[in-house]
């Protein structure tokens, strides 16, 4: 029997145009409203690519992909997952089976448009909040829309989780922002879309109440490891809805892109004193003095670890998922 391979030269005819830093999107024959996802092996920080860590997208997507599955059988939000079943993707494409390369990486979401905002929810006061605070010599006062008072001190927990979006830039760095400023933003997406059946204001209210019902639902799960889940970014996007006549007559809110994974969440474990999350890599690039845009090498060693503790992450979840978890 001839066995046809899907592998990824076979892919690039349908790949989709356009930068990603860490995933790769390709049209599927035949299905107009359904796109595949490829997550690379790239490892990057403060949104520039700088190195590869083997195995590292396989774990990436096989955690997200568990999270998705979670989110939606406990109801917490619909997202853009269809299927990482292999064996179907390869027969979409007309293939028997998918090439090694690409096992593991493989996802098969629902096409959406992107809103343009990074939704940031935080539990502690750290990352670029904090960086905001300190440069402003710890003065009390609002920062990201919400008031902190004098000698906040670094990693300190929030009394409430604190939303605090960015733009969502296609170069360069994503800028960080307050509630009120995603309504214009949101109003010239839906503009710019023709989007029937939400206003920004209440496409702002609806990406806030989901961002942070996720993040809850991960700090949740995650302290049954006795993890914490100090920060996370989420990404959603709008899912057309059409009627008999395949006329389209709303959009549905998606969660997209990755969940909860070490690339988009810091996740510390207390006890050990131990980030399971890119921070790892990001104390190894500020103790070289990485320039923050060329390419760095990053040592094996250093490589061989941050797998151990993205695996770590993946099993816990998985396990959740196909166990634990009772909905």
């Known amino acids: ?27 599927i ?3 107009d409203n359904d796109i595949l996802f490829l997550t690379t092996d790239n490892i990057s920080a403060g949104d520039v690519p700088f190195d590869v860590v083997p195995g590292k997208g396989k774990l990436l997507n096989e955690t997200s992909n568990a ?3 979670i ?16 064996e179907v993707i390869a027969r979409v494409y007309g293939c028997t089976e998918v090439a090694a390369e690409l096992k593991g990486r493989l996802l098969i979401a629902k096409k959406a448009l ?20 300190a440069k402003a010599e710890a003065q009390s006062g609002y920062y990201l829309g919400r008031w902190y008072p004098e000698s906040m001190t670094k990693g300190k927990q929030l009394l409430v989780p604190a939303y605090t979006p960015s ?18 933003i949101l109003e010239k997406f839906i503009g ?3 989007i029937c059946g939400w206003t920004a204001e209440n496409l702002a209210q609806s990406i806030r109440a989901h961002s942070l019902s996720v993040f809850m639902t991960g700090k949740n799960l995650l302290a049954l490891r006795k993890i914490e889940l100090h920060d996370s970014k989420f990404e959603f996007g709008l899912v057309p809805v059409a009627d008999n006549d395949n006329q389209v007559v709303n959009y549905q809110l998606c969660l997209v892109d990755e969940v909860l994974t070490g690339d988009s969440s810091r996740m510390f474990e207390p006890k050990e004193k131990k980030h399971y999350d890119k921070q790892y890599v990001r104390d190894h690039l500020e103790d070289h003095n990485w320039n923050g845009h060329s390419r ?13 503790r993205y695996d770590l992450i993946k099993d816990f979840v998985k396990y959740i998922n196909n166990y634990a978890l009772v909905f």
């Open 192 to 194: 710019d879309n023709n």
């Open 29 to 31: 024959p035949g299905y």
């Open 71 to 86: 989110l939606e059988k406990s109801g917490v939000t619909p997202t853009d997952f269809v299927t990482g079943n292999e």
């Open 296 to 308: 760095f090498c990053l040592p094996e060693s250093v490589k061989t670890e941050l797998i151990e």
């Open 167 to 184: 733009t969502k830039a296609e170069t360069g760095h994503d800028i960080n922002i307050d509630y009120n400023r995603t309504i214009p």
């Open 1 to 27: 029997m001839n066995q046809k391979v899907l592998n990824l030269k076979r892919l690039r005819s349908y790949e989709i145009s356009g930068h990603r830093k860490i995933r790769r999107a390709f049209r």
């Open 114 to 133: 992107v809103v343009p905002l990074e939704c940031i929810v935080r539990d502690r006061f750290d990352g670029s909040l904090f960086k905001m605070y």
């Open 67 to 69: 999270w998705k599955e």
